[in-house]
């Protein structure tokens, strides 16, 4: 990768002998936790439990309870497991039981014959030729939120919310073919938000070996959000699929390939939209609420993206336009390699198999960290710094299994180019015409349930930019 003090800068930044920014992370505790502390600080946040020595390492186990669990944290290991064999494929059991009362058997934890089937009906929807279309959501949420900021100049807003509401209607417009509401797109946010509040995803039933057919118990509040958000998505289904000449969207292209084929009854079409709703929503939202966060503390970066953008002559950006934005993109992309939406990618073993001279017994739990593999200093020169230019045209591309924000693999998500596109575009469209400048005195502390988010709220100030 190239050093970014070789890359020629614009006149307007001239601070490229700066040091490069370090955004926020956790503190790394000095040793390996204990199990019983491990589960209580994974409880409140799964950043925190990695100590300073594991970012470097390239494959460890330990016993958990009475779950053997791998790290994968080389491009090596991360190819043994998620590439070269099925015998990882399937999602670990503390995984399932988390998601399966957002997504059913949804692809997200379907395993087997029914996930390849429902892939294969699904993938084909997703697919980048279809980017061009589906890009005209992102354009017009983009250009609505920059008109509803207009009133809010000089006030304070919620920047992750005001971006999970607008990745909410995005997706939304993309799966079901029309716009939430306003009031509908907060509840979404406001569910989901709960949710993962509430959520346990270290299922001690699951780690101390007993069988998966043992019923998970949910609390209340688990329950009850789970409940609005499949309220909203399942309604929005059952009135596409009571409509067949309707406007077209993923949904509708989901119930035309098949109701018979590949089990997609509607109980199933609901399962696969909620996938796609969740997984398009809830990641990008939180990649955009981390961008500004990062502009506003990068004068240096903040200066060139304006000026990036600012060539579009104040115009909403478009698909058109990915190849003229390499720097939003970069922006983007090294955004997504310090903060990945899902930093963890859990597999369980299905037989024995020997990696990295470990013994890996059937049941046992392999974890992708891209947390880890993301700052891991063998792959990465200065991997806690912010540098865009590692991902501009030109420079050295990562080793391959190194970057990996969106899984890998059999199993790599299927929204990809999706969500970076709507990435790209959303900041493009708003940075010409506004910058966020985070409240004095707020810590932003990097935090990670089922989605790694900058904190519960991200409270920012609406400036007007003047050219």
């Not at 799964?46 to 009475?66: D, K």
């Not at 018979?260 to 939202?285: K, P, Q, S, W």
């Amino acid at each position: 990768m190239r050093d970014p003090e070789t890359q020629a800068e614009p006149a307007t930044a001239p601070a490229a002998a700066l040091a490069p920014y370090v955004p926020p992370y956790p503190p790394r505790p000095d040793k390996e936790l204990s199990p019983l502390k491990l589960l209580a600080e994974a409880r409140k946040n799964l950043l925190t439990i990695w100590p300073a020595q594991a970012f470097s390492m390239n494959f460890s186990g330990r016993v958990l309870f009475r779950r053997a669990v791998f790290i994968c944290n080389s491009p090596i290991t991360v190819r043994k497991v998620f590439i070269d064999t099925d015998n990882f494929h399937a999602k670990a059991p503390q995984l399932r039981h988390a998601l399966v009362p957002l997504v059913g058997d949804g692809l997200f934890v379907s395993t087997g014959e029914l996930w390849k089937n429902r892939r294969a009906q699904i993938a084909p929807l997703a697919h980048i030729s279809q980017l061009p279309e589906l890009s005209r959501s992102m354009t017009s949420a983009a250009q609505a939120r920059g008109d509803a900021w207009e009133a809010k100049v000089g006030q304070e807003i919620d920047a992750l919310a005001e971006m999970a509401e607008m990745g909410a209607t995005v997706i939304c417009s993309a799966v079901f073919g029309s716009g939430l509401g306003a009031k509908a797109a907060r509840t979404v946010v406001k569910s989901f938000t709960e949710y993962q509040a509430a959520i346990d995803q270290f299922d001690i039933i699951s780690l101390l070996g007993l069988p998966d057919f043992i019923p998970r118990r949910q609390n209340g509040r688990v329950q009850k959000a789970a409940k609005q958000l499949r309220e909203i998505i399942d309604g929005l289904v059952r009135n596409i699929l009571a409509d067949p000449g309707g406007e077209g969207s993923l949904a509708r292209a989901m119930a035309a390939g098949g109701m018979d084929r590949a089990g997609m009854d509607e109980a199933a079409i609901c399962n696969e939209a909620a996938v796609l709703f969740m997984a398009g929503y809830e990641t990008t939202a939180t990649t955009m609420a981390w961008v500004w966060f990062i502009l506003s503390q990068d004068p240096q970066t903040e200066a060139r993206l304006h000026a990036e953008v600012d060539a579009l002559g104040g115009r909403p950006a478009t698909h058109a336009d990915m190849a003229d934005l390499p720097f939003t993109r970069a922006v983007a992309e090294e955004t997504l390699r310090l903060y990945p939406p899902i930093p963890l990618q859990v597999r369980e073993a299905r037989s024995p198999q020997r990696i990295s001279s470990h013994d890996v017994p059937a049941g046992a739990v392999m974890i992708l960290v891209a947390w880890l593999l993301h700052r891991n200093p063998k792959y990465w020169k200065d991997p806690d710094a912010f540098i865009p230019d590692r991902f501009m045209p030109g420079a050295a591309p990562p080793e391959r299994y190194s970057y990996v924000p969106f899984s890998i693999g059999p199993r790599v998500c299927l929204g990809a180019a999706f969500g970076i596109t709507e990435v790209v575009l959303c900041i493009a469209t708003l940075a010409q015409r506004y910058r966020l400048t985070l409240k004095p005195g707020w810590e932003v502390v990097p935090t990670c349930r089922l989605s790694l988010r900058p904190g519960d709220r991200l409270p920012m100030r609406v400036e007007a930019r003047t050219r």
